[in-house]
């Protein structure tokens, strides 16, 4: 499944047709079961097309979190598939269709849960490359759930793109009165590494992987997002699995350079393995899972 590249139409203000530019996306994918004792099922899932991924994370604690994850990207890698049909789809109706075929993956995973007396639930993180009006290259991302989607810079600058649908983030919102720029730079540092120090940071860091949305679970807002994509990025999509083992410095060591997007995600995971195994506050064993993006435009 290697990223092939995409031609797209770029339009100037006056909507004349102006250039052709072509932008190649170069995707690899990896995923690793996890070691936890009595883990028979990896449940994560993940998909990607020639510009645009997806990633699943069933919900633990919730029976049949690999047939939610499953079901989910299997038909949102259809309907990703059917919008490619069509490179030069204006920007905003692209965001509206991702939410609402985001919102039908939810109802399928719903009726596949009727299976399961508890129900199966998954986040989700699906991901298509665009031109904006003004021949812009964006990702726009649809998100439900604490997968995360980063965009690493050719400068080594990594960012955090998505917001975490978690407990800890509501009542940071709630109980704290933080803003969503406050969150972030909690998130930033303490995701990063950094040793939790304000009663706002430790409450983070002890339940920033209890979800409050998920596909198949009692709620499910789409979040949609269209962060600019320039030459030479580095996107990463990866589960909580490998989010909560590594920080930042490990992204970029791992994600940063010139090797393809298959042999970034290998190392990303077997990092995150390794970190698991370490016994340290932020080891945790989990399913793994990452789908790496390089960006690269033909001038």
């Known amino acids: 499944m290697e990223g092939k590249p995409i031609r797209i139409i770029r339009k100037d203000l006056e909507g004349k047709t102006n250039i052709f530019e072509q932008a ?7 995923t690793i079961q996890s ?20 990633i699943f994370d069933g919900v633990g604690g919730h029976l049949g979190g690999d047939i939610a994850s499953g079901v989910a990207s299997k038909f949102l890698f259809e309907r990703v598939m059917e919008i490619e049909t069509d490179p030069n789809k204006p920007i905003e109706d692209i965001k509206r ?14 009726s596949a849960g009727k299976l399961s007396e508890e129900g199966p639930a998954t986040t989700a993180d699906v991901v298509i490359f665009r031109k904006d009006e003004m021949g812009l290259t964006r990702a726009v991302i649809g998100h439900v ?8 810079k050719s400068s080594g600058h990594l960012s955090l793109i998505t917001v975490d649908d ?25 995701d990063g590494g950094g040793a939790p120090e304000t009663e706002a940071e430790r409450f983070y860091s002890k339940n920033r992987s209890v979800i409050t949305d998920a596909l198949g679970g009692p709620e499910c807002k789409v979040k949609i997002y269209a962060p600019l ?14 989010s909560d083992n590594v920080d930042d410095a490990d992204f970029v060591d791992s994600c940063g350079g010139n090797e393809s997007g298959e042999k970034k995600s290998f ?12 016994g340290s506050p932020r080891s945790k064993k989990d399913d793994m899972t990452a789908v790496i993006v390089n960006v690269k435009f033909n001038k």
Request: charged share 30%.
């Open 24 to 30: 190649s996306f170069d995707i690899g994918a990896a």
């Open 35 to 54: 070691e936890r004792p009595g883990k028979t099922k990896n449940e994560d899932s993940y998909f990607h097309t020639k510009s645009g991924l997806g």
């Open 97 to 110: 269709e991702l939410k609402i075929r985001i919102e039908q993956a939810h109802a399928h995973v719903r």
């Open 145 to 152: 759930g604490d997968s995360r989607v980063y965009i690493l």
């Open 166 to 190: 978690s407990l800890a983030v509501l009542v940071l919102k709630s109980r704290y009165g933080l803003s969503e720029r406050e969150i972030e730079r909690i998130q930033d540092k303490v």
């Open 229 to 242: 994509v320039e030459d030479g990025d580095t996107l990463i999509a990866v589960t909580d699995g490998v």
């Open 267 to 278: 190392k990303l995971t077997q990092l995150s393995l390794s970190k698991s195994r370490e």
